[in-house]
């Protein structure tokens, strides 16, 4: 190209493109302490988010470890995430001390008996369902008294006004009825309950209907005679004790269940655990607020006649 074309060709630019051209600079880069000092404060923030989800896991990890031992989830709501990990750690290395003792207390087998009802409230019992097994009620409800023999049988204080029995055959049993229905079932704490009798580490409840031993008695095998009794309004726990004032009467065994003879008559009781949820033996019904009329006591009590 020679000049005049060179000289006719720039003259046809616009002069802002020259501006432009001669005012051009090039571009400052960034120090490159900028872009580290980002990357860092980045950093910065990973970390802790990092640090609280390791806390996390291993949490887990160590609850997940304490439950499988047998110590429900919820009894470690007391303890911090980093007594919880101490203890898994140290339980599972084989070593003991203080806190892992305390820990492992919680297991329901190293747990001290309850020796008193535990107070819940009518509106908890209306959540029991029939499907429940003895745990489901147990980690509803809480750990209670169990004045069961043989089999479970749960004794709750509801509404701090009454006492309700939850029975269970076994651990896989399943409850069988609603909370509706057991709230049909309390017994005002201060009313006396039905008869009973404990022999041989069984007990025994006085039944309604009272059939005629007169052709029975060669079927009676003796085992005894009360010795001492408990208050009406409590359950007797040890051998040969009743919540009746009948000392010195005789206890047979007659097949599956008992028969007490006091001043010369003979009275059936039956195994606890055949009673209907109403806490009382098939048949037995108390009155209203466990008030029994005159002829009632005299037809259900042995030491009222």
């Given at each position: ?79 911090s995430h980093k007594e ?9 290395a084989g070593e003991s ?209």
């Amino acid at each position: 190209m020679n000049a005049k074309k060179f000289s006719d060709a720039m003259s046809e630019l616009d002069t802002k493109y020259v501006d432009e051209a001669l005012n051009y600079k090039k571009k400052a880069k960034k120090p490159i302490w900028v872009k580290w000092g980002a990357i860092a404060a980045c950093l910065c923030l990973m970390i802790p988010l990092t640090a609280f989800a390791v806390d996390i896991i291993q949490y887990n990890a160590a609850v997940d470890y304490l439950n499988s031992l047998g110590i429900a989830v919820e009894d470690l709501s007391d303890y911090s995430h980093k007594e919880i990990k101490e203890a898994a750690k140290t339980i599972d290395a084989g070593e003991s001390n203080p806190l892992t003792e305390e820990i492992l207390s919680l297991i329901p087998e190293n747990k001290e008996p309850l020796d008193t009802p535990t107070q819940v409230t009518s509106e908890q019992i209306k959540e029991l369902t029939p499907t429940m097994t003895r745990e489901d009620v147990l980690s509803l409800l809480g750990d209670t008294q169990d004045v069961g023999s043989g089999i479970y049988i749960y004794l709750y204080e509801v509404d701090q006004q009454y006492l309700l029995r939850i029975p269970f055959a076994s651990d896989e049993a399943q409850l069988g009825v609603t909370g509706e229905d057991l709230l049909k079932a309390l017994v005002p704490i201060s009313g006396d309950i039905a008869p009973m009798v404990y022999v041989n580490d069984t007990l025994y409840q006085i039944v309604d209907s009272q059939p005629n031993f007169a052709d029975e008695k060669s079927s009676f095998n003796l085992l005894g005679k009360i010795e001492n009794t408990v208050s009406s309004s409590e359950e007797p726990k040890e051998n040969f004790q009743a919540n009746d004032d009948i000392v010195g009467a005789a206890v047979y065994q007659y097949g599956d269940n008992i028969v007490v003879e006091f001043e010369g008559k003979y009275w059936l009781y039956e195994h606890y655990h055949n009673t209907d949820f109403d806490g009382n033996p098939d048949g037995y019904d108390p009155l209203p607020n466990n008030q029994t009329s005159g002829e009632e006591v005299s037809e259900q009590d042995p030491a009222a006649n």
